[in-house]
């Protein structure tokens, strides 16, 4: 069985930016963001069951999801987001499971932004956490997504809190320092799963990698 790591982490903690180093040394990652897209595509099942569940006015006049309909119907309404989610994440969880049956390497990674959200922890062997201080996501945040600091502070309080994601995680990588370190993390976390994977001892010990503090300058 290939050792599989879900790759987690909020929002602006350099995930995606993890995740690609983590692909430049070759190892498959699946990129959950992608599979939500890819299931309810246009004239896919899951469309036409959320069409059937929430109406034809949240397909867009492309035959696709009015993402943005959606997001405002289920943003304010639990329940519908509840229903929405129970289309979606089975359909997701299946395709997951059916790309990870595929693969023959020594380790493989799902990259999912919502792994502890939504429970999906039974899918990975070991969950990889990338963290970094609230004000340094804060910050990157209002400069990547080029937001108001009130709406990304907003946007944070809603995520699941630094510390629950801490105490899911398996090995973290603490990504407040360059790039450059968090490849040399990377690099060494690399090292650690062909590791584990060679022992078959995929629930080892974890690994808590710092990356170089204070070496990062905020800019707002
Ligand atoms: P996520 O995928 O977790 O939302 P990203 O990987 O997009 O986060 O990172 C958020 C932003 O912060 C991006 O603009 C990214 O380039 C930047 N970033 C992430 N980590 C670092 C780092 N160690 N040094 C400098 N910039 C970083």
């Known amino acids: 069985m290939t050792l599989t790591i879900g ?28 599979v939500a897209r890819d299931v309810v595509a246009p004239g896919s099942p899951g469309l036409a069951a959320i069409a059937a569940q929430f109406g034809a006015d949240f397909i867009a006049a492309d035959g696709g999801l009015d993402r943005r309909r ?36 020594p380790y493989c990674m799902l990259s999912v932004a919502i792994l502890l959200e939504a429970k999906m922890q039974d899918m990975v062997d070991r969950v990889l956490l990338v ?18 600091e009130s709406l990304a502070r907003q946007m ?12 899911a995680a398996h090995d973290v990588l603490f990504n407040a320092g360059e790039p450059a370190a968090v490849r040399q993390a990377v690099a060494s976390l690399h090292r650690y799963y062909l590791q584990l994977a060679e022992r078959g001892d995929f629930k080892a010990p974890g690994l808590r990698l710092p990356a170089i503090e204070n070496s990062f300058t905020i800019k707002i």
């Not at 943003?75 to 990870?100: G, S, V």
Request: positive net charge.
């Open 7 to 34: 790759l987690t982490g909020g929002i602006a903690s350099g995930k995606s930016l993890v995740q690609s180093q983590f692909e430049a040394l070759g190892v498959p990652v699946l990129d959950a963001d992608r």
């Open 70 to 105: 959606m997001r405002e119907h289920v943003f304010a309404d639990a329940a519908a987001r509840q229903r929405l989610e129970a289309i979606t994440h089975p359909l997701i969880r299946e395709r997951m499971r059916a790309w990870r049956a595929t693969q023959r390497g």
């Open 131 to 148: 963290d970094a201080p609230v004000e340094l996501q804060l910050a990157r945040l209002v400069e990547r997504d080029r937001i108001a």
């Open 156 to 167: 944070l309080a809603a995520q699941l809190s630094r510390e629950a994601r801490l105490g």
